[in-house]
């Protein structure tokens, strides 16, 4: 049974960090694209950052380029999103997802496994 897990999240103050973790069980990291999303109250869910399984290939929204690193730890089956100069636009319920497929996409109807998320609360 696929299964994965956010921890990591809370309350920041602007230019702050977080380091958010997705555990995965039930199947291997190694062989699928994982992705990190998020949702605002009274917004439509976006892809923040995926990564590939096959060559490492990572996607980041504009927004988030330069400020957030996506990362995996295949042996810990984890993946990991570093967020570093957080702004109150970054707050969000951030949500890991996978999807069964060999093709790499960050879009969100791609991805058929979720986790319950984690809040981030960016916020002085």
């Known amino acids: 049974q696929v299964q994965l897990v956010e921890s990591g999240g809370g309350l920041v103050q602007p230019g702050g960090s977080l380091r958010l973790s997705c555990a995965a069980s039930?199947?291997?990291?190694?062989?699928?694209?994982i992705g990190w999303f998020r949702q605002a109250p009274g917004k439509e869910r976006e892809a923040v950052s995926c990564?590939?399984?096959?060559?490492?290939?990572?996607y980041y929204v504009d927004s988030v380029k330069g400020r957030f690193t996506i990362s995996r730890d295949n042996a810990k089956n984890t993946v990991y999103l570093q967020m570093n100069s957080l702004k109150p636009e970054d707050t969000a319920v951030y949500y890991c997802?996978?999807?069964?497929?060999?093709?790499?996409?960050?879009?969100?109807?791609?991805?058929?496994?979720w986790g319950q998320g984690t809040q981030v609360t960016v916020s002085s």
């Open positions: 997802a996978t999807y069964q497929g060999y093709y790499f996409s960050c879009a969100v109807q791609t991805y058929d496994y």
């Open positions: 039930g199947f291997s990291l190694g062989y699928t694209a």
């Open positions: 990564v590939s399984s096959s060559d490492g290939s990572t």
